[in-house]
């Protein structure tokens, strides 16, 4: 199965910085949307687990409980992208993008109409778990197709600095649900928030996830995907079982990579806010102003490390947050011990820090790893089955480690366990492509003068082109 490209400089392709912000602005909005939810879905846990898990009578079991039907839901998301990254291969990234976000938004309306344990017993749960099925199915799509719509349409030397744009969407969608979360708890009390007060922000989901669905519906198709159709218009429909058999080392990477990623990702906002109210005995209050600071610090952290990743590698940012997690995990479970609150806030920023040198340099990191004709199919199966192992699971991981062991740090350590096995990995098999044209493709270029050069140097234009699989 080879693939090959012949140079013709008319398809190197010209990009407008400015529209390669609106485009990252566009998508960013369905990762906000997405971890609206979740971060809801976290910061509720525990109202969530009283209302749908009643007749559970400890409430550590409840917790787990509700962090069960949030792993569950996971397991739709490698189904999710199964389809909806076939659909992106063949007719495009932006008719996928237009879907899933309306897909995401009903979701998360659905899960504040809900009834509960108490008026319709064990349906509930059921429809609750159905909510976050919805939810999982759509989100299979969503992410990986924003990370590809993103990077086939960022100018080659910027495409890690504009990717963690979708981060920001990332971030700004959880401290949206901290922050609401913090208000309908400071101005409600108790009885208040657990009968009604914890729908008003689900309902508000939807509002977003409109004003996504308007954005994107402006969008053009990517440069990328446009010239590949233009380029290769008769393409071989190629299966799963043939991409894994030919491209099986970028595979592992890429999983092994979601994998160290978002066990991260979910340890910091989805297990976090219960951690640190059932463990630590903090107000719910007093955790979403935490947890909302530190997903602020982490916003210009991001940008940072992917203007640092664009200059020196990817592969180099990556280790130095796999060495880093796996040397202060540890050290920042044991400051959330203490009494002090400003060495818990220490705590959690240091997961932070760490955690915002994957999202700078992921999104826009991740698509380079395959060719375009297969990339989104092969980007979202593998994103999403690592996720759904290693990432929706963290939280229910976590709560049960520490539950079984009575061992606070036990989360800790399961994190230093993934960090190290990232590390053996990106050492050995990871290539870095920032600054690179994707794979197979022609470069994306933002002025004239870098376009000529390619045009001067057509062997350095496709330098992933001739795909022979030695």
């Not at 009885?191 to 007060?197: K, L, S, V």
């Amino acid at each position: 199965m080879d693939y090959e490209k012949d140079f013709d400089e008319r398809n190197i392709n010209k990009v407008n910085p400015r529209t390669a912000k609106k485009t990252v602005f566009a998508t960013g909005i369905g990762n906000a949307m997405e971890w609206f939810d979740f971060g809801l879905y976290s910061y509720l846990a525990v109202i969530l687990g009283q209302n749908f898990f009643s007749s559970v009578e400890n409430d550590q079991l409840k917790t787990i409980f509700t962090f069960a039907t949030f792993a569950i839901a996971f397991l739709l998301r490698p189904v999710g992208g199964i389809i909806f990254g076939m659909i992106g291969d063949k007719f495009g990234r932006k008719v996928v993008l237009t879907t899933t976000i309306i897909m995401m938004a009903f979701s998360t309306l659905l899960i504040g109409l809900l009834p509960t344990y108490d008026q319709i017993g064990v349906w509930a749960p059921i429809l609750l778990l159905l909510g976050r099925v919805l939810q999982g199915f759509s989100t299979g799509g969503e992410y990986a197709g924003a990370m590809v719509y993103v990077a086939e349409s960022s100018p080659d030397k910027t495409r890690n600095t504009l990717g963690s744009g979708l981060e920001i969407g990332t971030l700004s969608g959880y401290i949206a649900a901290s922050v609401l979360s913090g208000l309908l708890f400071f101005f409600l009390n108790d009885e208040q928030m657990t009968t009604w007060g914890w729908r008003i922000p689900f309902i508000l989901g939807l509002f977003l996830g409109i004003f996504g669905f308007y954005l994107r519906r402006k969008l053009e198709e990517s440069p990328v995907y446009e010239n590949e159709i233009a380029t290769q218009p008769k393409r071989d429909n190629i299966g799963l079982f043939t991409i894994v058999r030919y491209y099986y080392k970028d595979i592992i990477v890429c999983f092994v990579a979601v994998a160290f990623f978002n066990c991260t990702n979910y340890m910091v906002t989805s297990y976090m806010p219960s951690y640190l109210q059932q463990i630590i005995k903090l107000d719910s209050t007093t955790v979403s102003v935490l947890i909302t600071l530190v997903m602020a610090f982490m916003i210009p952290l991001a940008l940072t490390f992917g203007r640092v990743a664009d200059r020196i590698g990817e592969k180099k940012v990556f280790l130095i947050g796999l060495i880093g997690t796996a040397i202060f995990s540890t050290v920042a479970f044991s400051l959330f011990q203490s009494s002090s609150l400003i060495l818990i806030v220490l705590g959690i920023f240091i997961l932070g820090f760490f955690l915002s040198t994957y999202e700078g340099t992921m999104p826009g990191s991740l698509p380079t790893m395959f060719y375009t004709h297969i990339r989104y199919r092969t980007l979202a199966v593998t994103f999403n089955v690592s996720v759904s192992l290693f990432g929706g699971t963290t939280p229910l991981i976590a709560s049960s480690l520490v539950a079984k062991t009575g061992d606070p740090l036990s989360p800790a350590y399961y994190l230093a366990a993934m960090s190290v096995v990232g590390v053996i990995v990106i050492s050995l098999l990871h290539v870095s492509t920032a600054g690179k044209s994707l794979k197979g493709s022609y470069p994306n270029v933002q002025s004239d003068e870098a376009h000529d050069y390619y045009t001067n140097h057509p062997n350095e234009a496709l330098w992933w082109a001739n795909d022979k699989h030695k």
